[in-house]
């Protein structure tokens, strides 16, 4: 392996000595478009609910906001529900366009369209990637089979709109996705196809989004693209040039800023966020025993405890982790004036399943958000093994506990680097074994490679039952106290729900475990249901005990089954 300091090369440069964009004075506002409710929600790790997202919809149109991405809605059922909420429901303004991302991919552009339909004004964003390192690796093509993957979308883009049956004006938006990754010439050809293949016009642009992926480059050579792509596409009149600033180097600012002094007309980006707070200082680590003491050590045990220093006598006090959790008369408010959270009362003792049951929107996801510390309460106490969870480190908090989510997010890489990202020390039996035991491994199974099977871009070559058994397995690897599954379960057929559901039980023995599921016949076997209605805890009992009461959980075991099979469930 080469020393560190030999791997990389340098960035390219483009060959732009006229460059003109250091000359250049910013005049006007640019157009704005937010990407918050999807790249920004998707950055973290544990997503909005569809209250949340709700709520930063309001908010961003009254920051005034005319552009609004508002997620993937071809990705997952959650993505999908909150399209049609804010549609459904009249939460758009008529003067705001809400914006959905797609992949070039036909089955999603036409979820996508169903999505959609009944909407007042709507930019379709699709997207496919076309950098060096993307065609090589992961499709595995040239550059004319990337441009006919993104012609191919937008001919059945332009097809689906002219076959619409409805009010809906259609705007359209292309990205060649990892553009500072792509060869400039490539870039500006395989736009200049898309804008003919949909006919876009200067009366009705094709708006052209360039995104800076993982800050390739600084911010200079990034403004040099632009430039070059500006002046060299053969259709520029019937282009809007967008910008996609990411800030992986803190440099996010200074490319937007450049990249509309080389011509850009529209900024494509998160709003910025205060950087998180952290202020504990009991930390998780090590340990052996010696007798009735616990004593810290380097060596990996499978032993865990909470390191905790006392301010005023400067002793060292370590206390096992078993994962035992208490919410005590908990208030929380994403504002102080709006509480959606009142008097939260729980006690999940170590080793317990505990599941949450209500419709959408109750409050279920984010009283799980509250055990991550991702919010701060308003009022009340959070003791994790007896310990104040704001004294607790965050990362370490949060190294305790193993999330599964509806939403699944892979990573461009092997099925086996996906799964070691549980625990980065495993070895590969260890990730195995943890595949096999929630039954990941008939996916590896079913690949050319196995586990050293590239997954594609986000997993796009998998289905996405077949995502959530890796982010699965993933979990388990991690070896945590406590797991978190929200809705885990909720995007993959039967027959494997009731695989996962076999190993679940296995694994979570054992482990405090709290679970959230729209099919309530997955959590009949909980130690403990809390059923929340309007933020708050109003049943709560074993699922025998819940149904004799005939309140509310027995209302919507009902509502969810059919006849013949509520007569199953209900026994």
Same mark, same amino acid.
């Given at each position: 392996?080469?020393?560190?300091?030999?791997?990389?090369?340098?960035?390219?440069?483009?060959?732009?000595?006229?460059?003109?964009?250091?000359?250049?004075?910013?005049?006007?506002?640019?157009?704005?478009?937010?990407?918050?409710?999807?790249?920004?929600?998707?950055?973290?790790?544990?997503?909005?609910?569809?209250?949340?997202?709700?709520?930063?919809?309001?908010?961003?149109?009254?920051?005034?906001?005319?552009?609004?991405?508002?997620?993937?809605?071809?990705?997952?059922?959650?993505?999908?529900?909150?399209?049609?909420?804010?549609?459904?429901?009249?939460?758009?303004?008529?003067?705001? %366009?809400? #914006?959905?991302? =797609?992949?070039?991919?036909?089955?999603?552009?036409?979820?996508?369209?169903? *999505? /959609?339909? &009944? @909407? +007042?004004?709507?930019?379709?964003?699709?997207?496919?990637?076309?950098? %060096?390192? #993307?065609?090589? =690796?992961?499709?595995?093509?040239?550059?004319?089979?990337?441009?006919?993957? *993104? /012609?191919? &979308? @937008? +001919?059945?883009?332009?097809?689906?709109?002219?076959?619409?049956?409805?009010?809906?004006?259609?705007?359209?938006?292309?990205?060649?996705?990892?553009?500072?990754?792509?060869?400039?010439?490539?870039?500006?050809?395989?736009?200049?196809?898309?804008?003919?293949?949909?006919?876009?016009?200067?009366?009705?642009?094709?708006?052209?989004?360039?995104?800076?992926?993982?800050?390739?480059?600084?911010?200079?050579?990034?403004?040099?693209?632009?430039?070059?792509?500006?002046?060299?596409?053969?259709?520029?009149?019937?282009?809007?040039?967008?910008?996609?600033?990411?800030?992986?180097?803190?440099?996010?600012?200074?490319?937007?800023?450049?990249?509309?002094?080389?011509?850009?007309?529209?900024?494509?980006?998160?709003?910025?966020?205060?950087?998180?707070?952290?202020?504990?200082?009991?930390?998780?680590?090590?340990?052996?025993?010696?007798?009735?003491?616990?004593?810290?050590?380097?060596?990996?045990?499978?032993?865990?405890?909470?390191?905790?220093?006392?301010?005023?006598?400067?002793?060292?006090?370590?206390?096992?982790?078993?994962?035992?959790?208490?919410?005590?008369?908990?208030?929380?408010?994403?504002?102080?004036?709006?509480?959606?959270?009142?008097?939260?009362?729980?006690?999940?003792?170590?080793?317990?399943?505990?599941?949450?049951?209500?419709?959408?929107?109750?409050?279920?996801?984010?009283?799980?958000?509250?055990?991550?510390?991702?919010?701060?309460?308003?009022?009340?106490?959070?003791?994790?093994?007896?310990?104040?969870?704001?004294?607790?480190?965050?990362?370490?908090?949060?190294?305790?506990?193993?999330?599964?989510?509806?939403?699944?997010?892979?990573?461009?890489?092997?099925?086996?680097?996906?799964?070691?990202?549980?625990?980065?020390?495993?070895?590969?039996?260890?990730?195995?074994?943890?595949?096999?035991?929630?039954?990941?491994?008939?996916?590896?199974?079913?690949?050319?490679?196995?586990?050293?099977?590239?997954?594609?871009?986000?997993?796009?070559?998998?289905?996405?039952?077949?995502?959530?058994?890796?982010?699965?397995?993933?979990?388990?690897?991690?070896?945590?106290?406590?797991?978190?599954?929200?809705?885990?379960?909720?995007?993959?057929?039967?027959?494997?729900?009731?695989?996962?559901?076999?190993?679940?039980?296995?694994?979570?023995?054992?482990?405090?475990?709290?679970?959230?599921?729209?099919?309530?016949?997955?959590?009949?076997?909980?130690?403990?249901?809390?059923?929340?209605?309007?933020?708050?805890?109003?049943?709560?009992?074993?699922?025998?005990?819940?149904?004799?009461?005939?309140?509310?959980?027995?209302?919507?075991?009902?509502?969810?089954?059919?006849?013949?099979?509520?007569?199953?469930?209900?026994?």
């Amino acid at each position: 392996m080469k020393p560190s300091f030999e791997k990389y090369i340098p960035f390219k440069q483009i060959n732009l000595p006229d460059r003109q964009w250091p000359n250049n004075t910013i005049t006007k506002a640019p157009i704005w478009c937010s990407v918050d409710l999807r790249d920004g929600n998707q950055a973290l790790v544990d997503p909005m609910n569809l209250e949340e997202k709700l709520e930063f919809f309001h908010a961003l149109c009254d920051m005034g906001f005319k552009e609004i991405e508002i997620g993937f809605p071809s990705a997952s059922e959650t993505e999908y529900e909150i399209c049609r909420e804010l549609i459904e429901n009249n939460h758009i303004p008529d003067d705001v %366009t809400i #914006q959905v991302l =797609v992949q070039a991919r036909e089955h999603l552009i036409r979820k996508t369209f169903e *999505a /959609v339909k &009944g @909407a +007042k004004n709507v930019i379709v964003h699709f997207y496919n990637s076309t950098s %060096t390192l #993307q065609r090589k =690796v992961v499709f595995k093509t040239d550059m004319d089979g990337v441009i006919k993957i *993104a /012609v191919d &979308g @937008a +001919k059945l883009i332009k097809q689906l709109t002219d076959e619409y049956d409805g009010d809906t004006n259609f705007r359209f938006e292309y990205s060649p996705e990892s553009f500072s990754g792509t060869e400039p010439e490539n870039a500006v050809e395989i736009c200049d196809r898309v804008i003919e293949a949909l006919g876009s016009t200067a009366e009705n642009k094709l708006i052209v989004n360039l995104p800076n992926t993982v800050e390739m480059c600084t911010p200079n050579t990034y403004a040099d693209q632009i430039e070059y792509f500006a002046r060299n596409l053969k259709h520029r009149d019937a282009a809007i040039i967008s910008i996609h600033p990411h800030n992986d180097r803190g440099c996010g600012v200074a490319t937007a800023e450049m990249g509309i002094l080389a011509g850009a007309d529209r900024i494509f980006k998160l709003l910025d966020e205060k950087p998180e707070v952290d202020d504990g200082y009991v930390t998780l680590v090590n340990v052996r025993k010696e007798g009735d003491r616990l004593v810290e050590t380097e060596k990996k045990t499978g032993m865990w405890a909470w390191k905790y220093t006392h301010s005023i006598t400067g002793e060292t006090e370590y206390r096992e982790l078993k994962g035992a959790l208490v919410m005590d008369d908990v208030d929380f408010g994403y504002t102080d004036d709006k509480i959606v959270l009142h008097n939260i009362d729980l006690y999940a003792e170590p080793g317990q399943k505990i599941a949450f049951v209500g419709s959408t929107g109750a409050g279920k996801t984010t009283i799980t958000n509250l055990i991550n510390r991702f919010y701060d309460i308003q009022d009340g106490k959070i003791r994790y093994d007896d310990i104040n969870v704001n004294k607790i480190k965050k990362a370490d908090l949060r190294r305790s506990l193993g999330i599964v989510l509806q939403d699944t997010h892979l990573f461009t890489g092997t099925v086996m680097e996906n799964i070691r990202y549980g625990r980065l020390d495993a070895t590969d039996e260890e990730v195995k074994a943890a595949a096999r035991a929630v039954h990941a491994d008939e996916v590896a199974e079913k690949l050319d490679k196995g586990y050293d099977s590239d997954v594609g871009e986000g997993g796009d070559r998998l289905s996405t039952g077949e995502k959530q058994l890796l982010s699965f397995a993933r979990a388990v690897l991690a070896d945590p106290a406590i797991f978190v599954l929200d809705e885990a379960t909720s995007s993959i057929d039967t027959k494997t729900e009731q695989l996962i559901q076999q190993a679940t039980d296995k694994l979570l023995k054992g482990r405090t475990s709290f679970l959230i599921a729209h099919r309530l016949s997955t959590i009949r076997n909980a130690d403990l249901i809390l059923v929340v209605r309007d933020g708050k805890i109003v049943e709560q009992g074993r699922h025998l005990e819940l149904l004799e009461k005939k309140g509310y959980y027995y209302q919507l075991v009902r509502q969810q089954f059919a006849d013949e099979e509520s007569r199953k469930v209900l026994r």
